[in-house]
C-alpha cells in the first residue's frame, strides 16, 4: 500500500471539537539567516551558546537528531538540549515560566493546540523573513499555524492519521475507523485520551465515517455512543506516539489510531506492523516548530529554524521518519518517492480539523471520555 493510493478527496470536517493537547517538537530561533541552513555559523559567535527543544522521543526525535542537531551543533559550535516528554507536559510548562525565563526556547506543537498556545501568549510571532527557504514550504501546512493572519510556527513533517495494525493478530487488514470497533479485537484495542492528538482524530474519523460533522452535537453524540463500545474493550490507552508504538509493539494492542509515518518506520525495521488508510479519509497530521515567547537565544532559535526549513537536511529527516516534510523543493530516495507523495497540492484533499473552533468544546468532551473509559 503507498500514500500515493490514498490521497483521496475527502469530505471536509468542519469541526467544533478542539484539543488543548500539546505535541512538542523542535524548533529555533536565531539570527537571520545566510540562506545555507548554517545561519551565523560562519562568525562563530554561537560557540559555546545552548538551546533548549522540546521534541519527541523515539525515532522520530533520533532522526530529528540526526537531520537537524548534529549538523547545527558541528556547524555552529552551539549545543541543542532535546527535552522529551508529553505535549501536555510541554504547554504546562510553558505556561507555569510565562513570565520569566521559558522552559524551552522552541517547541513543536500541533494544530490541535496552536490556538491554545497563541491565546495563552506562549509562543511567539515568526519572523519569516529570518528563514531563507520558508517562501519554499508548502503553503496548505503553513497555514495550519496562521492565527488571524499571524504566522507562529514553521511546519516540518506532515502525516496521516490513520489505522496501525499487528499484521501477526489481526487477519485482514481493517478498511475504516469503526473496524476498531470490531468485538473480535475486544481486548485489544488502545484508545488514546482525547488530550492526544489521535484521541481527537479517532472521533474526528468516527463522525466523517458517518457523513457526520462535528459542528453537529448529535453527530458528536452518535461517536461517543460507538465509543461507548469500547469501554470494557480498550486494552491500552496511550497518551503519545512512542506509547502507541510501544503498547504495538508489546502486543499490548493490536490496533490503534496512528500515524503513518511511525508505523512505517516500525514495518521497516521488521516488527509485524501494518497501517491501513481509511476508506472515508485519513485525517491530516502535521507538526510545526514555535519560537517560545521571552527566549533569551531567539538568534540561536532562528538559526537552527533555518536548518529545519532546509530542502538540504529535511530528507534526511522524512527517510528517517517516513514523514513527508514541509519543503516543496525536498529531493527523496526513490524508495520514500513511490511510497510517499508529497510537494505541491499533495495535502490539498487531507481532512483537516479545525481546532480553534473546536477548542472551546474540548473539556466537556474530555469528560465524557473520562466517563467512558475512566
Given at each position: ?14 469541526r ?24 551565523d555559523?560562519a ?32 556547524e ?42 497563541v ?64 468485538p ?28 457526520g ?11 461517543f ?20 508504538e ?48 521571552g527566549?533569551?537565544?531567539?538568534e ?5 529554524l ?6 538540504e ?62
Amino acid at each position: 500500500m503507498t500514500h500515493r493510493t490514498t490521497r483521496r478527496a475527502a469530505r471536509p470536517l468542519t469541526r467544533t471539537l478542539a484539543v488543548t493537547t500539546v505535541l512538542a517538537l523542535t524548533g529555533g530561533l536565531a539570527a537571520c539567516s545566510s540562506g545555507d541552513g548554517g545561519g551565523d555559523a560562519a562568525s562563530g559567535d554561537l560557540s559555546g551558546r545552548t538551546l533548549k527543544v522540546a521534541v519527541y522521543a523515539g525515532s522520530w526525535g533520533e532522526s530529528f537528531t540526526q537531520a537537524f542537531v548534529d549538523p547545527f551543533e558541528e556547524e555552529t559550535g552551539a549545543t541543542v538540549e532535546l527535552v522529551p516528554g508529553g505535549p501536555a507536559d510541554w504547554l504546562t510548562a510553558l505556561r507555569s515560566s510565562k513570565g520569566g525565563t521559558p522552559a524551552y526556547d522552541v517547541v513543536a506543537f500541533t494544530p490541535n493546540v496552536v490556538p491554545s498556545a497563541v491565546s495563552a501568549g506562549v509562543v511567539a510571532p515568526l519572523d519569516t523573513d529570518r528563514i531563507a527557504e520558508f517562501d519554499q514550504l508548502n503553503t496548505v501546512l503553513a497555514e495550519q499555524s496562521d492565527v488571524d493572519g499571524t504566522q507562529y510556527g514553521v511546519p516540518l513533517t506532515v502525516g496521516s492519521t490513520g489505522i496501525a495494525y499487528r499484521t501477526d493478530k489481526v487477519d485482514e487488514a481493517p478498511t475504516d475507523w469503526s473496524d476498531l470497533l470490531d468485538p473480535k479485537y475486544c481486548g485489544h484495542v488502545a484508545v488514546s485520551p482525547l488530550t492526544f492528538n489521535t484521541g481527537i482524530e479517532f472521533v474526528a474519523g468516527l463522525i466523517n465515517e458517518a457523513g457526520g460533522s462535528i459542528t453537529d452535537p448529535a453527530d458528536v453524540d452518535a461517536a461517543f455512543e460507538q465509543l461507548q463500545t469500547l469501554k470494557d474493550c480498550a486494552s491500552a490507552f496511550p497518551a503519545d506516539g512512542t506509547s502507541v508504538e510501544t503498547a504495538l509493539a508489546n502486543g499490548d494492542a493490536w490496533i490503534a489510531a496512528h500515524w503513518d509515518g511511525r508505523a512505517f518506520v516500525q514495518q521497516n525495521a521488521g516488527e509485524p506492523i501494518g497501517f491501513a488508510y481509511p476508506e472515508s479519509g485519513s485525517v491530516g497530521a502535521l507538526t510545526s516548530l514555535f519560537v517560545t515567547e521571552g527566549t533569551e537565544e531567539e538568534e540561536l532559535a532562528y538559526t537552527f529554524l533555518d536548518y529545519v526549513a532546509s530542502s538540504e537536511h529535511q530528507p534526511v529527516f522524512s527517510e528517517g521518519t517516513w514523514y513527508a516534510a514541509s519543503n516543496d523543493e525536498n529531493t527523496y530516495t526513490e524508495q520514500f518517492d513511490e511510497q510517499i507523495t508529497s510537494g505541491p497540492g499533495a495535502y490539498d484533499d487531507f481532512v483537516w480539523v479545525d481546532y480553534e473552533a473546536i477548542t472551546p468544546q474540548l473539556p466537556d468532551l474530555q469528560a465524557r471520555w473520562q466517563e467512558i473509559f475512566g
